[in-house]
């Protein structure tokens, strides 16, 4: 049987130090000094809390897997909390709620966001690990939409989802075998993957030139099979690779056009495939196929 050794002491205690780690973060960048200056700015009736200290505080609860603004109630008297993220006063749940949905209803907010994400792992020089293509390293970039599960709730924007479900479909962007977080934009659930996808991923290329000089390879699925997508990235000089949407085409019409201007290889005994390459299509899409024979 373990013996437990039970002793008390004055030294302050705390069950959440790796905030210590997340103030030293936010302390690299200027987001709470931009936010300061973003509209809108402080109200009547949250003259003492500052926007820098209102989003500090939610992404400290949020480091913590805790989203319910309530969640910040325990931490209003925490010395290490405020000392951690560098909060001069912590806000209230509904101070809390009341800045946050009115930064929300801005552009500013947003773009402060996602420019001081970025900006972060450039200033830390953030290792972002490549893939190798053709013996070429890309940074893959990787775009899709991700449907939330938000039934039986009657948020705003709640409807169904291509998944079945009532909920959100936001777009997520992500860079290197890390994964680190580029863009993200809140979409009703019924609302289309290409719909807004163009704007989107101007947006996105941007910010990723921002975090590193290394050549980005896109990669979409078939939702996003768009010639504006394409175009965005040829104007930005972006590789990328979209999965193909036959649409009304068939099998049989691709392994004609494989069998007319590609060339056959064979992978290994009883496995050959086609490779090639049109440009343009009818739609005016640019593609690169890969179509199996029969052996």
Not at 49 to 62: P, T
Request: with cysteine.
């Amino acid at each position: 049987m373990k013996k437990f050794i039970i002793e008390t002491t004055s030294e302050r205690i705390t069950a959440h130090s790796g905030l210590a780690i997340i103030g030293d973060l936010l302390y690299h960048t200027n987001l709470p000094q931009r936010l300061n200056q973003a509209k809108p700015g402080k109200t009547e009736r949250n003259s003492k809390i500052s926007n820098g200290d209102a989003a500090s505080s939610y992404i400290g609860i949020l480091c913590q897997a805790k989203s319910d603004f309530d969640h910040i109630e325990a931490f209003r008297e925490d010395e290490f909390f405020r000392y951690a993220l560098n909060v001069e006063k912590v806000p209230s749940s509904p101070t809390l709620r009341q800045q946050l949905d009115q930064g929300a209803l801005t552009e500013d907010w947003k773009t402060i966001l996602m420019e001081e994400s970025a900006d972060l792992i450039r200033r830390l020089d953030a290792a972002i690990s490549p893939i190798d293509v053709g013996g070429k390293p890309y940074l893959p970039l990787d775009m899709d939409v991700s449907p939330f599960d938000n039934s039986n709730t009657f948020n705003e924007g709640v409807s169904r989802t291509y998944k079945g479900c009532g909920g959100y479909a936001p777009m997520f962007a992500y860079i290197g075998q890390e994964g680190y977080g580029v863009n993200v934009e809140l979409r009703e659930g019924s609302d289309h993957s290409q719909k807004g996808t163009p704007d989107f991923l101007q947006k996105t290329i941007k910010l990723a030139k921002s975090m590193t000089d290394q050549a980005l390879l896109l990669r979409m699925d078939s939702a996003c099979d768009s010639a504006d997508n394409m175009k965005v990235c040829t104007m930005n000089k972006v590789d990328f690779v979209i999965k193909r949407n036959p649409r009304k085409e068939t099998a049989e019409d691709w392994l004609a056009i494989a069998q007319k201007e590609g060339m056959c290889h064979e992978e290994r005994p009883g496995k050959r495939y086609i490779q090639a390459s049109v440009s343009p299509l009818s739609r005016g899409r640019a593609f690169l196929s890969a179509s199996p024979l029969k052996s």
